[in-house]
């Protein structure tokens, strides 16, 4: 969200694996004390831009999955420019996917 906000975008697709923080988002839910600071950050954040929430199941988004935790995991960058620029283990879920 915050490098989106960075490049300015207007229309923002916002995806979790999480239904909670998803109805949290969007007000459908009280926020939790212990993360109401970071969750009233986002709030604050996607106020005023055309963000669509979804909801999507972990399992239908192990891609994504794969690749945040390589970019948790990896000190430096990491560049994919193509199918074959992925490492066995992703090459692997998209193919799954098809």
């Known amino acids: 969200m915050q490098y989106c906000l960075t490049q300015s975008f207007e229309k923002i697709i916002l995806e979790t694996n999480s239904l909670t923080l998803k109805n949290i988002l969007t007000k459908q839910w009280k ?43 990896q000190v430096e960058t990491v560049k994919a420019q193509s199918f074959y620029n992925l490492s066995s283990r992703g090459r692997r879920i998209i193919n799954v996917d098809k």
């Open 31 to 73: 926020t939790p004390w212990e993360q109401a600071e970071k969750i009233e950050e986002i709030q604050k954040a996607i106020t005023g831009k055309q963000v669509k929430m979804k909801h999507i199941f972990r399992e239908a988004n192990s891609l994504a999955d794969y690749l945040a935790n390589i970019g948790i995991e």
